[in-house]
């Protein structure tokens, strides 16, 4: 049983009018892992994650969450998963202990919600009223509300969308430590950054078709796609100088900055040392990889946002 | 029905905490008592059958209580809670749709109960308020009120998208009422060619119902009233039944 997949989807569809939002998706999600849908917006990642939830309606396909089709057995599978939803919203003079005390009341298992607000950073807002919350207060309560049941599978749909990247970035952590307590966490984001930290795995969704699934390092290996070193310098140099070093593929002078393209991973050792041999003086010098932005922008063909 | 009682103990908190809802519900009745009862007394009155003017208005008043809370606040709210995704975040949880429109209907029933019993104290104590019927018979017509007009409002939640619509959807079925029924101003006072009329709107009989048996009246002569509002409590329910939408 543990061995068994928690999600497994195959030729997932949904279509609204003409429009097939998601068009025959297939994957699975491995116990405990971090498992990343990404896409731009329109993309299909709402859809699918709705029909895992079992909010909507799937057209096509056959659809296995905690090994209960949320066609047939909602109530059952809602028991058992927690869920963030895109857009959503409490009464606004709610108060975020009675929000969690009733969604609390809805499951047949539920754990003390005291300890989740501590975790939360919520504690000095249990008397607040719902509407009184700023966003990240409101996302970190809906975070909350998706745990109350004690889920074995978490559900995050644009989780971190509208917080600041302090905020974000807490997300993380707090993300990671869910995952480490034992569950399954399943999220969405079009933030590609959030998806290369995040996630152990991650699939790439365009058009309502999977168009990459693997972990963030292989789907940017497997890019192929050349690191940068970028650098200043006072007086021009001359580009030949590099194109001997093991790895470099070319070299693109730009007024007194100098862009090195490379393949290697010992690239920027390389040409800080012909910089030292040659004595020349340089400032500002970084190395820029590839990341999984470069990886949507190679498969789709199209910038992630715009 | 796991999460019933605690949502509808919420929901009552969250009513309260509404002042305009919870204004209209429980002060306004009030209010007008206040206001028409210091202006007309409670003296037996040939022009209202031998009984006084608040004898007569607070059942009437009752039933602009169950007027506001079925159509105004119970639409509202519904279609409020659609509009900003409450209702899908429930839809997320094991709680069923019944579990939910119960705890709404209890509430509602509560708040107006409340509402009702507020506005018969004050007649009591300012007005020595008479009371010549059967508390079970008053009760069980209140009851009746109650569901055909929550089926009602339910059935305008469905249809209305948003809570704006929902509001202006039930204020033009509101108004007329109260004002045509015999619930704000006494049906004696009304021209023959507006009670005709006010036959058939479905607040009439509550105002019937509700003053006859506050005043004695047995079920026979209201025969009519109980057909009325069961028909709309079970046409309506099953209206709601196929609209009600949790997005």
């Known amino acids: 049983m543990s061995d068994q997949p928690v999600i497994r989807i195959s030729g997932l569809r949904k279509t609204y009018g003409d429009l097939a939002a998601v068009d025959g998706v297939s994957f699975e999600v491995r116990r405990g892992e971090i498992f990343g849908l990404v896409g731009p917006n329109g993309a299909g990642k709402t859809t699918t994650i709705e029909c895992l939830e079992g909010l909507r309606q799937a057209d096509g396909g056959e659809i296995q969450v905690l090994g209960l089709d949320p066609r047939r057995d909602g109530p059952a599978l809602r028991e058992k998963i927690g869920a963030q939803l895109q857009e959503s919203a409490l009464p606004d003079r709610i108060r975020v202990w009675e929000a969690l005390d009733l969604f609390a009341s809805f499951y047949a298992h539920s754990v003390p919600w005291e300890p989740l ?127 001997a070093l093991p790895g470099v593929t070319r070299v693109e002078p730009v007024g007194e900055r100098t862009i090195v393209y490379g393949r290697d991973d010992r690239l920027v050792v390389e040409v800080v040392n012909a910089l030292s041999l040659d004595r020349i003086k340089f400032r500002d010098l970084r190395t820029e990889q590839a990341d999984l932005e470069d990886v949507f922008l190679a498969l789709t063909g199209r910038e992630m946002r715009g | 029905m796991r999460g019933f009682w605690k949502l509808a103990l919420t929901e009552l908190k969250l009513y309260i905490r509404e002042p305009i809802a919870s204004f209209f519900t429980l002060a306004f009745p009030i209010m007008l008592l206040v206001l028409f009862g210091n202006i007309y007394g409670n003296k037996p009155n040939a022009f209202f059958g031998g009984l006084g003017f608040v004898d007569t208005s607070v059942p009437a008043y009752t039933a602009i209580i169950i007027g506001t809370t079925g159509l105004i606040s119970l639409a509202i709210s519904v279609a409020s809670q659609r509009e900003k995704g409450v209702l899908r975040r429930y839809k997320a949880t094991p709680l069923r749709p019944l579990a939910f429109l119960g705890a709404q209907v209890i509430t509602l029933y509560l708040m107006t109960a409340g509402g009702m019993v507020l506005l018969i104290l004050t007649g009591k104590i300012l007005y020595h308020l008479r009371f010549a019927g059967n508390v079970l018979n008053v009760w069980t017509g209140f009851t009746l009120s109650c569901a055909a007009f929550f089926a009602l409002g339910f059935v305008l939640a469905g249809l209305m998208p948003t809570a704006r619509s929902a509001q ?40 019937n119902l509700l003053r006859g048996l506050w005043n004695g009246d047995g079920w026979t002569g209201h025969g009519g009233d109980v057909l009325f509002l069961a028909g709309i409590t079970l046409v309506f329910s099953l209206i709601a039944a196929r609209t009600f939408r949790w997005e």
Request: with cysteine; proline share 6%; glycine share 8%.
């Open chain 1, 117 to 243: 607000l501590e975790q939360l950073g919520l504690s000095e807002k249990r008397n607040a009223a719902f509407g009184k919350l700023s966003g990240g207060q409101k996302q970190r309560l809906f975070i909350a509300l998706a745990l109350v049941n004690d889920p074995a599978l978490v559900f995050f749909d644009e989780l971190s969308t509208g917080l600041d990247p302090q905020a974000r970035r807490s997300m993380w952590d707090f993300i990671r430590a869910v995952r480490s307590a034992g569950k399954t966490v399943f999220l969405t984001t079009h933030y590609m950054e959030e998806a290369e930290r995040l996630c152990d795995r991650v699939a790439v969704i365009d058009h309502g078709r999977l168009a990459a699934l693997d972990t963030p390092e292989n789907l940017i290996r497997g890019l192929g796609a050349e690191n940068r070193v970028v650098f200043s310098t006072e007086a021009p140099v001359d580009p030949g100088m590099f194109r």
């Open chain 2, 168 to 207: 202006v959807a039930a204020m033009i079925l509101y108004y007329p009422m109260m004002f045509l029924s015999g619930a704000a101003i006494p049906r004696e006072v009304l021209p023959a060619g507006v009670r005709s009329f006010a036959k058939f709107l479905p607040m009439t009989p509550v105002v």
